[in-house]
């Protein structure tokens, strides 16, 4: 009885305040269940099955997932979906989601779902959860944190939607050295961050090969992957907070290579490391192949395109580059980001 209570009192206090657009996704931990999601409206979406079941965590994980929340959502991509646990000795333990076909170096072996998807679809695309979106485990009827290996015949319930604390529409980045980063919302517009090292070249990040030209291919607590190369390609960027760059190990090429834009928070603000806008409720994948939510609205708001200003011209699509060219991005000045939407603007 005293852990329901706690639970119960940790879910009402951790649990953000969201709006009535939510995605429920309920993950049966048994091989052959379906996968769902609940729309807003009610209506439940068939996306998929469950093939394989966890049988462990996966610590030490990947140095960011330490700057999620426990029992949230802690990377949303179109080739995984990493769970936080916890956090031990510095590093994040983890449960993943992954395709069952899919190149996902941050899973190991026995400690993922594998669902019968196509990566870039489904949980990995037009339902793919927020970064920071709870996690509970739903038991005989009751659910509590995730807070080790579901159990077979558990169910794994992560709930997504657009908090009511995020008005924010994109995010321009001036892509040289000392370059604003900057949101623009509801409330207007306002510096976040300076951009210590800017973005010039496009490199071979694997699940680029998931995701279209101008598409968000990853987002966790510490990175934002965009695709520069079609579907079926490899190319792709990164824009990581400086925090990351400068304390993880395997972001060391961050400082050598072009492919990597450095970020960092204004003097006296917080690190922008698992926090809003940017590294917290921020970006997904979205819709591609046969994906499709049930509103028309929804289906194309929650696939955020990211565009280009090309030595100070208009906004325009990124230039297509694949594989690893070092100087493919270099008359790139401005990116933009658009943060996914489930209302028509004329609504909001």
């Not at 996966?58 to 426990?70: G, I």
């Not at 590294?279 to 565009?307: C, E, I, T």
């Not at 208009?314 to 489930?342: A, I, K, M």
Request: charged share 20%; aromatic share 6%.
């Amino acid at each position: 009885m005293k852990r329901l209570l706690l639970t119960l009192a940790l879910l009402i206090i951790c649990t953000p305040s969201y709006s009535e657009s939510l995605i429920e996704l309920r993950i049966p931990c048994k091989v052959g269940s379906e996968v769902t999601a609940m729309m807003p409206s009610g209506e439940t979406v068939k996306i998929g099955t469950v093939e394989m079941i966890p049988v462990k965590t996966n610590w030490p994980a990947y140095t960011a997932s330490k700057w999620a929340a426990p029992s949230s959502v802690c990377a949303s991509a179109v080739n995984a979906v990493h769970l936080l646990v916890r956090v031990e000795e510095g590093r994040g333990r983890i449960i993943s989601l992954v395709p069952s076909v899919t190149v996902a170096p941050a899973a190991v072996q026995g400690a993922f779902f594998s669902l019968g998807m196509p990566a870039g679809t489904g949980i990995f695309g037009a339902f793919a959860p927020l970064t920071g979106s709870r996690v509970t485990v739903e038991s005989e009827g009751v659910e509590h944190e995730l807070d080790d290996v579901p159990l077979e015949g558990d169910t794994l319930v992560i709930r997504s939607g657009l908090p009511e604390n995020a008005p924010y529409y994109m995010a321009d980045i001036e892509n040289r050295p000392g370059g604003r980063v900057i949101v623009h919302g509801r409330e207007g517009s306002r510096v976040i961050a300076r951009v210590m090292r800017p973005v010039k070249g496009v490199g071979r990040f694997g699940g680029s090969i998931y995701q279209n030209r101008g598409r968000i291919r990853a987002s966790h607590s510490g990175v934002i992957d965009v695709a520069t190369s079609p579907r079926d390609t490899v190319g792709g960027i990164q824009i990581m907070p400086l925090k990351h760059a400068l304390t993880s190990p395997e972001m060391a090429n961050a400082w050598l290579l072009t492919q990597w834009m450095i970020i960092a928070p204004l003097p006296g603000m917080p690190d922008l490391e698992g926090n809003a806008p940017l590294f917290k409720n921020a970006f997904v994948p979205g819709a591609q192949l046969g994906d499709k939510l049930p509103d028309m609205w929804s289906h194309y708001g929650r696939r955020p395109l990211v565009l280009c200003r090309r030595n100070g011209g208009n906004w325009e699509r990124l230039p297509e580059v694949s594989g690893r060219v070092d100087d493919g991005l270099r008359d790139v000045t401005h990116l933009r980001l658009y943060f996914p939407s489930w209302n028509e603007p004329a609504g909001n």
